[in-house]
């Protein structure tokens, strides 16, 4: 070994190493709203009282807005993004757009997505890693149908903390009353969705009010925070809420002694000696050494980009899941999910495609069973869903599938579908939960089909209720699948 590979980072006690992470990730939020409700401009706003905007950008746009002057005489923030919207109309490589700028407080990126419906899927893929949503509303307009489905959809993407920003209340003369009007609107409409975590302000964002800085000479009425106040106190996600998550990238095996796994924590935190499981083998180890780049580490935490040595040999692949063994994922050979289509074609039932979440990549059927009325907000039928639909699907595994709700851990529950005729990304999805209902059972004519676990095949075999039910039930050994759910079946 080199010096290099014995040197040891001091250790920092494990609640603070994971919470100096997380305090040190900035936010992220993303801005949505129907046209024209002033989101460029919002951003514009943000990025030039914030000083985000350089120097020559800012002398550019002094100039290009003289000309097209509104008639507050103010800069056209909003150009600050047109070459965003220059990508945006070559095509439909660029979906969202980022943004940086920061306070003395903190840093924040700000996904941009287009506003008009055929970009839903945009929409969904910016709020899929926002902590916060700005949903902007046009003080005169109100609530729109557009206004509605984003909001809905970053509930949905699992969006808790919203701003709702009132823009352009200088057009109403800062009519408080207009004001309560919309923001009790936006309650009914918050509380469907089960999101409580709601700031409203008054805001007009082309001439800065409540953006960065307060409004209270145009608007005394309002004691509220600025939407930068706001931001700053929001809380970033953070994927601690479940136990540790390695899935690995990569077998590495330098040389005869040394077997690590790679790849990046995708939720809690590590130490050596703790005990984790092999998913979806049940295979349990204890942990040896964390090594990142050249370094021995004391620990590690979600974000981490780690090589795990175990204290035993195990068979761990890629695509295998490494988790504390006392906060696991669910295994299962089904599962319930919400997707959002995102190609012409849609979602076909029982159509079989590949999932892929995180490195691992399986087979999977697909089967439609609600779609999202963005109108309404209610859940109807559906057998197919259509491109930019949001929809509730069953998913039927032919192997054993590890994964978290993705209320739990957005990134061991977030999932993308691929077309294996095309090649194409047809879906993007989320886990909402295990469906135990199905476990590992199959029928097949009158025969019922167990695919169990080796060990739990066994046992399940040399129990006496199989023995009377032997004619109706065939066990085949897997590595799927649970016990407690199938005997209950079977029973
Ligand atoms: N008076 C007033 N006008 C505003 C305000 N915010 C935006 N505007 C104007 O409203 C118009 C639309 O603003 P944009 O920022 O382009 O709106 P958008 O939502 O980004 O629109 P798209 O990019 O088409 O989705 C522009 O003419 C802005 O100058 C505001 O607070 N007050």
Redesign the pocket.
């Known amino acids: 070994m080199t010096a290099h590979a014995t040197a040891t980072v001091s250790a920092q006690p494990l609640a603070e190493a994971a919470k100096a992470t997380r305090d040190s990730r900035p936010l992220r939020l993303i801005t949505c709203?129907?046209?024209?409700?002033?989101?460029?401009?919002?951003i514009?706003r943000l990025l030039w009282d914030t000083k985000a905007v350089k120097e020559d950008q800012a002398a550019t746009l002094k100039r290009d807005s003289s000309g097209k002057q509104?008639d507050?005489g103010l800069p056209?923030?909003?150009l600050l993004l047109d070459g965003l919207q220059a990508e945006r109309e070559q095509g439909i490589t660029i979906d969202v757009a980022y943004r940086y700028f920061s306070t003395d407080n903190r840093s924040f990126i700000v996904a941009d997505t287009?506003?008009h419906e055929q970009y839903t899927r945009n929409m969904a893929t910016g709020a899929s890693t926002a902590d916060l949503a700005v949903l902007?509303v046009d003080a005169r307009a109100g609530l729109l149908e557009q206004t509605r489905r984003h909001a809905t959809i970053a509930s949905l993407m699992g969006i808790r903390q919203f701003v709702l920003a009132v823009?352009?209340?200088?057009?109403t003369d800062y009519d408080r009353a207009g004001f309560e009007h919309i923001v009790h609107e936006f309650k009914e409409l918050a509380l469907s969705l089960g999101v409580t975590q709601i700031t409203a302000i008054p805001?007009?964002?082309?001439?800065g009010e409540n953006v960065v800085y307060d409004g209270r000479s145009a608007m005394p009425w309002y004691e509220g925070p600025t939407l930068v106040e706001t931001l700053e106190r929001a809380t970033v996600r953070s994927s601690q809420a479940v136990g540790f998550r390695l899935p690995v990238q990569r077998v590495s095996r330098p040389g005869e002694s040394f077997r690590g796994y790679q790849g990046t924590v995708a939720g809690g935190a590590v130490k050596p000696g703790d005990s984790v499981v092999i998913l979806p083998s049940g295979t349990v180890a204890n942990v040896k050494q964390i090594v990142t780049f050249d370094l021995v580490r004391n620990a590690a935490v979600a974000g981490d980009a780690i090589t795990l040595v175990l204290d035993r040999q195990v068979d761990v692949s890629r695509g295998d899941m490494i988790a504390s063994i006392d906060s696991q994922p669910q295994v299962g050979l089904a599962f319930d999910a919400q997707i959002v289509a995102l190609q012409p074609d849609g979602i076909q039932p029982g159509k079989r495609y590949w999932l892929k979440s995180g490195s691992r990549r399986q087979r999977v059927s697909v089967q439609p069973v609600s779609q999202l009325d963005l109108k309404s907000s209610q859940w109807h039928h559906a057998e197919q869903l259509p491109m930019n639909a949001i929809g509730k699907v069953h998913l039927t595994f032919d192997e054993a599938a590890v994964f978290d709700a993705y209320e739990l851990n957005r990134s061991t529950g977030a999932f993308i579908l691929i077309d294996p005729d095309t090649n194409n990304t047809i879906a993007g999805g989320m886990i909402s939960a295990k469906r135990a209902d199905i476990g590992g059972i199959r029928q097949s004519d009158k025969r019922v089909i167990l695919s169990l676990p080796a060990d739990l095949a066994d046992q399940l075999m040399s129990t006496e209720i199989f023995a009377n039910r032997r004619d109706e039930a065939e066990v085949r050994r897997t590595s799927a699948g649970r016990a407690a759910d199938l005997l209950s079946e079977l029973d």
């Open positions: 709203g129907s046209v024209d409700d002033g989101k460029s401009t919002l514009g509104n507050l056209d923030f909003a287009p506003g902007l823009n352009k209340i200088d057009l805001m007009s964002a082309l001439k």
